[in-house]
């Protein structure tokens, strides 16, 4: 085929593509609402106050793309889900996308129908233990009772590290996050395993006294989280996907919640311009106007404000940015270019 006939191809292709949506991105245009999948109430990643308000890094990922999509962060509707039922309910159409603090792998992403974003957190598993054992590794939990919730990663990664370090662990498993949490500060195990990010909310949700309760140093896996959606819907993973990247961008140049609006009219900086729709529109390659990224980080800030606001070393949550600065900061957050 020559180059000609390519390029007329390629064109032909290009705009059948973006003619048609595929049937997610069509359902939440027609319902003009986002449903997405949450945990049942893991502080500072989702979890709902008294009033029934949800907050949280993933909860604020969710809204960022209901605001570039939609023109509105609260066109949203919350569907907690335990681990046991979060697959399914994406398979099912039950969901639009999952935002629950899941662990990508290569069985999520390439078996069971779902296709992963962008990773919005890296993590690792990690050990709890109460402080009065003294423990200063995980490699000295011999023997130990060890909780953890059934159907995730973690459950797995503790087999493994068990006979990997022929520990002999007794794993004690629970189907729900509350009641596993529940069984360790009652005793019922001598520690704990979840991901650090998961153990350092649950020690600030639940422990009398945080002091009394050690995170053991050791990661025993990798665990990067994001959202997951449906295969068979392009426009809309790239939609989800390009709005994480994008709040990734608007920190690595800058542009804050407080300040978006002045740079959109201001702002003489190329990239700056093209990231918030004033010299380029992006937006037209994703199905959306010029101003989606401008809507998103208005709604709820750049990427290093939403994890200061939920998850940093203010919160009760606690924790530094690590893995997660960028990487233009030592860590491993490093956006697509939006361009």
């Not at 940093?312 to 949550?317: A, H, L, S, Y």
């Amino acid at each position: 085929m020559n180059a000609f006939r390519f390029s007329l191809c390629a064109l032909a292709l290009g705009a059948l593509t973006s003619a048609h949506a595929g049937k997610t991105l069509d359902s939440i245009r027609q319902r003009d609402q986002i449903t997405v999948g949450i945990s049942t109430g893991v502080p500072g990643f989702s979890a709902a106050d008294s009033q029934g308000h949800w907050t949280g890094l993933d909860v604020d990922i969710a809204k960022a793309v209901a605001a570039a999509l939609l023109g509105d962060a609260g066109k949203v509707k919350w569907v907690p889900l335990a681990s046991q039922q979060r697959f399914t309910a994406l398979q099912s159409g039950e969901i639009d996308v999952l935002s629950r603090n899941t662990t990508v792998t290569l069985t999520r992403d390439a078996s069971i129908g779902l296709a992963s974003t962008a990773v919005v957190f890296y993590d690792g598993q990690a050990f709890m233990v109460p402080a009065k054992m003294k423990v200063k590794s995980a490699t000295q939990l011999k023997g130990a009772t060890v909780c953890v919730q059934s159907g995730t990663t973690s459950e797995k990664n503790l087999t493994d590290f068990s006979r990997t370090h022929k520990l002999n662990l007794k794993p004690v498993v629970f189907d729900k996050f509350d009641a596993a949490n529940a069984a360790y500060f009652a005793g019922r195990c001598q520690a704990y395993t979840t991901d650090a990010s998961g153990l350092a909310s649950v020690r600030a949700k639940e422990a009398k006294d945080a002091k009394e309760h050690v995170i053991l140093p050791e990661l025993i896996s990798k665990e990067p989280l994001g959202p997951l959606v449906r295969r068979g819907d392009e426009e809309w993973l790239a939609i989800v996907r390009w709005v994480v990247y994008g709040l990734i961008e608007a920190e690595e140049n800058g542009i804050t919640q407080a300040n978006v609006a002045r740079l959109k009219a201001e702002s003489t900086d190329p990239v700056v311009g093209r990231l918030l729709g004033k010299t380029e529109d992006t937006g037209k390659l994703l199905g959306l106007d010029r101003d989606w990224l401008v809507r998103a980080v208005q709604a709820v800030g750049h990427y290093g404000e939403i994890y200061e606001r939920h998850v940093g070393e203010k919160t009760p949550v606690g924790l530094p940015r690590g893995l997660n600065r960028l990487w233009n900061q030592g860590g491993l957050l490093y956006a697509l270019p939006v361009r």
